[in-house]
Every structure is written in structure tokens, then in C-alpha cells.
């Protein structure tokens, strides 16, 4: 579907920072207000997704390279929180720089929160992705649009379909934070109307995503966000409500994200020696004037250590991408503001050669990391895993009469709609339950579901 354009003017369509920062909870809007507190919601947000069990979760999920081994590399975990780190510092600028530009408006104290939204959205980012990394989406995607999957279309709406042959992680992050499972609270985790939408990397349908399959919100979540863009001033795109402008604290997560999974892949690769020292180096001083490189050099050759001198050009790196990419948002801001803004930040940083550092580890990453052997074999392993959960669970929540389906709903947790009426709500049920699982637990139950292991008596 082609959206429609607004037909308001540009001025009308511009988002304002007044609407912009609300500490309404989604859920609780009635009790908004009512009392003071020690911590503001922004910072209760934060706090309540460190201590949800989602985010725990992400412990024992693939972020590129295989969990098990004895070199330390990143998992979805450590890397939401280095992103939440560097997300705040981006919002700090951020911060104070429009302080300081809208010092005469009597809302301009909000901006002290940008920065506890910003990393609650960093935190939140991940939460949805399946597990063996972006694999997993690609594994529940296909299964779906080339799989058996293909019998189901006849009995969705194109709609539901295209959420499932779009399988976006992203999406599934805004329904895990807003859905009501059972026995939960409307609203799910009740989190502030902001730092949901901070999180909504593309604000748009499935029916939208187009070639990149990239979009914002499943059908089920669509008026939810729907509400939320309403009470934020967030304009639609078109007349059905099916597209929307960004938050603009989404550039400032979006950037957070693409800073650290770009240099920090870079460290593990070196670490398991996928990319050699001398070419690791050799990418990252790239983000550095010659003149920094010269009084820099002095500091590596005091470092005997290869990871140590690594470290230490990636922590300068992220600090001149953390600027540059600040310095976007505040030269771009009324574009942010009004949507029309072309790119991310990344891609809209001022130095060019920041720009093409950052280029040229993107392709390295491409060409060495993400095609290396070990990284290709988990996204088979969990290509197969994961396809084969979804054939034994499908079955059994759209045959729940068989004797083998009513073992298997056993395990399905409560709190996922498996025997719901209607089949979408099955089907998005074992996604649910599937999506939410770690990589050692999704392997663990292959293996029982396989008889290749058996419990303990």
C-alpha cells in the first residue's frame, strides 16, 4: 500500500519539544500525576527495564559471534548497556545545547530528562530480537514467506501476514513493552509515552516496510502506537495512520546503537583474531586528525598489550562519534523536528573524514565479520533451531486436539494466548514464546523436542 500524504501544511506537521517529553504512563494515564516521587518517571523507566526479566534475558543471546568460548565477546546484554552508556552522553550534549537555545520557554526544564529516556530506549532496543541474532529474524521471517509457514496465508489478513513475512525485531520490542500477556497490567510494562516511542525506529506498518522489511509496529500494537504519536504530536504520514514522523530522540538511540555495534565488532573480530592488529589499528585511528594520531601514538607505546591498545583507540573513537554525531542532531534539529530530515545522524555527521572511517569499518565489518565461518555457522544452527521450534509449536496451537499438541502446549507459558480463537493470536503466541527464549534455551528444547536428550530422574 502506497501511503497517502498529509495534506496539511509543513508548519502543522511540525513536532514540538512541549509535546514532546511526557511522563504519562501508557496504562496508568488516570493515575498521571498524583503523587511525587523521589525519582522522576524517566529515571523509573531505566530502572524498571535493568531490573525486568527481558532484559536479563538478553545474557545468554547472540550479538554477532557465538556465546560459548573461552575469549569474552559481546552479547545482546553488554552491548544494550554500552549503548545506553553512549546513549546518554549523547543526550546530554543534546541537552544542553537546546537548554541553552530555548532558555525563555517555561517547559524548557524537560530537556533535563532527554538523558534518562535516551538510555531506558538504548536499554530497550534488543529486547524484542530473537535469539542467534539477526538470524533469528531472517529464521521466523522465511520460515514463513518460504517455509511451511506458506499454508497459513489464506487464513490472515494481509495485514497479519505481512507481519510475519517481515518478522522485525523491532516491533516485537514495542509489543513486549506494551502488550497486556495475561496476568499482566494494562499497558504492559506501563512505561512513559516518550521512551516508548523513543524506541520506535521505524514508525510505520508492515504493509510499509517495502524492500528493507523494516518496520515499527505489528498490527496488534498499531493503535497502541497509534495513541502514543497522538498524545506526543507525532503527525501521521498518511490518512489511514499507518505512517508516522520519528521521535527525534529516536536519531539520538538509533546513533547510540550504530556507534557501539560498529566499533565494538570490531574489537571482538580482533580479540578472535578474525581482523589482524595492525589492520584493527589502521581502521580505527582513521577517525582521528593527523595531528591526535601523532600525540596518541605516545599513549600506544607505552601499551604493550594488543587488546590494550585496541581499547584504547576504540574508547577515543566512540568519544569523536559520540560529538560528531551530537553535533548532527543539533544542526539537523529542525529537520528532525519536522520530518524531513534524509539519513541518520551517521550519515549526516559534519567531518567527513568521520564519515568515511566509519565507512570503511562498515565494509570491513561486511566483508570479514559477518561472512567469518563462526558467525555464519550459529545463523545455520539457529536458522534450523528456530525452524524447527515453530513447525512443532505451530502445529500445536493451531492442532491443539492431538495428544503430541497438548504436550507441547504444557509448555508454553500462560502468559502467551496459545488457545485464543482467533489464529493470528495463536501464531503470534509462539512467536512470543520463541522470540523471548535465549540461545541456550531455544538449543535445550531442540534437543529434548529431538529425544537427543533426555531430563535428569
Keep these: 500500500m502506497t501511503p497517502q500524504q498529509n495534506n496539511s501544511?509543513?508548519?502543522?506537521?511540525?513536532?514540538?519539544?512541549?509535546?514532546?517529553?511526557?511522563?504519562?504512563?501508557?496504562?496508568?494515564?488516570?493515575?498521571?500525576?498524583?503523587?511525587?516521587?523521589?525519582?522522576?518517571?524517566?529515571?523509573?523507566?531505566?530502572?524498571?527495564?535493568?531490573?525486568?526479566?527481558?532484559?536479563?534475558?538478553?545474557?545468554?543471546?547472540?550479538?554477532?559471534?557465538?556465546?560459548?568460548?573461552?575469549?569474552?565477546?559481546?552479547?545482546?546484554?553488554?552491548?544494550?548497556?554500552?549503548?545506553?552508556?553512549?546513549?546518554?552522553?549523547?543526550?546530554?550534549?543534546?541537552?544542553?545545547?537546546?537548554?541553552?537555545?530555548?532558555?525563555?520557554?517555561?517547559?524548557?526544564?524537560?530537556?533535563?530528562?532527554?538523558?534518562?529516556?535516551?538510555?531506558?530506549?538504548?536499554?530497550?532496543?534488543?529486547?524484542?530480537?530473537?535469539?542467534?541474532?539477526?538470524?533469528?529474524?531472517k529464521a521466523i521471517s522465511t520460515f514463513f514467506s518460504e517455509g511451511p509457514g506458506r499454508d497459513l496465508q489464506q487464513s490472515l489478513t494481509p495485514e497479519q501476514w505481512n507481519d510475519l513475512i517481515h518478522f522485525e525485531g523491532n516491533a516485537n520490542s514495542l509489543r513486549l513493552l506494551t502488550h497486556r500477556f495475561a496476568g499482566r497490567r494494562h499497558g504492559g510494562f506501563a512505561m512513559t509515552y516518550s521512551a516508548i516511542a523513543s524506541i520506535v525506529k521505524y514508525p510505520h506498518s508492515?504493509?510499509?516496510?517495502?524492500?528493507?522489511?523494516?518496520?515499527?509496529?505489528?498490527?496488534?500494537?498499531?493503535?497502541t502506537y497509534r495513541k502514543v504519536a497522538a498524545e506526543l504530536g507525532i503527525p501521521a504520514l498518511d490518512a489511514e495512520g499507518n505512517s508516522f514522523m520519528r521521535h527525534p530522540l529516536v536519531y539520538l538511540v538509533e546513533a547510540a546503537d550504530d556507534i557501539c555495534y560498529q566499533i565494538m565488532d570490531l574489537e571482538d573480530a580482533h580479540k578472535l583474531k578474525i581482523l589482524s592488529h595492525e589492520e584493527t589499528v589502521e581502521l580505527l585511528s582513521a577517525f582521528f586528525t593527523?595531528?591526535?594520531?601523532?600525540?596518541?601514538?605516545?599513549?600506544?607505546?607505552?601499551?604493550?598489550?594488543?587488546?590494550?591498545?585496541?581499547?584504547?583507540?576504540?574508547?577515543?573513537?566512540?568519544?569523536?562519534?559520540?560529538?560528531?554525531?551530537?553535533?548532527?542532531?543539533?544542526?539537523?534539529?529542525?529537520?528532525i523536528l519536522s520530518g524531513s530530515l534524509s539519513g541518520s545522524l551517521i550519515a549526516n555527521m559534519p567531518q567527513d573524514y568521520v564519515r568515511r572511517a566509519y565507512e570503511s569499518c562498515s565494509a570491513t565489518a561486511y566483508a570479514k565479520i559477518y561472512n567469518a565461518p563462526e558467525v555464519v555457522d550459529i545463523e545455520l544452527a539457529g536458522h534450523r533451531i528456530i525452524t524447527y521450534l515453530l513447525r512443532r509449536l505451530l502445529n500445536a496451537v493451531l492442532r491443539p486436539d492431538e495428544y503430541v499438541s497438548q504436550l507441547l502446549l504444557a509448555k508454553i507459558?500462560?502468559?502467551?494466548?496459545?488457545?485464543?480463537?482467533?489464529?493470528?493470536?495463536?501464531?503470534?503466541?509462539?512467536?512470543?514464546?520463541?522470540?523471548?527464549?535465549?540461545?541456550?534455551?531455544?538449543?535445550?528444547?531442540?534437543?529434548r523436542l529431538n529425544g537427543h536428550t533426555l531430563p535428569a530422574v
Design 206 to 223: 508492515s504493509s510499509q516496510a517495502g524492500s528493507s522489511g523494516k518496520f515499527g509496529f505489528f498490527t496488534s500494537e498499531a493503535d
Design 9 to 137: 501544511s509543513p508548519a502543522d506537521r511540525k513536532m514540538t519539544w512541549a509535546r514532546l517529553i511526557s511522563d504519562k504512563r501508557l496504562g496508568m494515564e488516570q493515575y498521571h500525576g498524583d503523587r511525587p516521587h523521589t525519582r522522576s518517571d524517566f529515571q523509573r523507566d531505566f530502572d524498571r527495564m535493568i531490573f525486568s526479566s527481558p532484559f536479563r534475558r538478553l545474557q545468554n543471546k547472540t550479538q554477532v559471534f557465538p556465546l560459548p568460548g573461552s575469549i569474552f565477546v559481546h552479547n545482546r546484554l553488554t552491548h544494550s548497556l554500552e549503548v545506553s552508556s553512549v546513549g546518554r552522553s549523547l543526550a546530554n550534549m543534546a541537552a544542553d545545547a537546546l537548554t541553552a537555545k530555548y532558555a525563555g520557554e517555561e517547559w524548557v526544564g524537560e530537556f533535563a530528562h532527554i538523558a534518562d529516556i535516551v538510555a531506558t530506549g538504548c536499554l530497550c532496543h534488543d529486547l524484542g530480537n530473537p535469539p542467534f541474532g539477526h538470524s533469528g529474524e
Design 413 to 447: 507459558p500462560q502468559q502467551y494466548e496459545a488457545t485464543a480463537p482467533d489464529i493470528f493470536t495463536r501464531v503470534q503466541s509462539v512467536l512470543d514464546h520463541i522470540s523471548g527464549m535465549t540461545d541456550v534455551y531455544a538449543l535445550d528444547l531442540y534437543r
Design 290 to 335: 593527523p595531528g591526535r594520531r601523532e600525540k596518541m601514538q605516545k599513549v600506544l607505546s607505552s601499551l604493550d598489550d594488543p587488546n590494550e591498545r585496541v581499547s584504547y583507540l576504540r574508547s577515543a573513537a566512540i568519544g569523536v562519534l559520540v560529538e560528531e554525531c551530537s553535533r548532527a542532531f543539533l544542526l539537523h534539529e529542525e529537520q
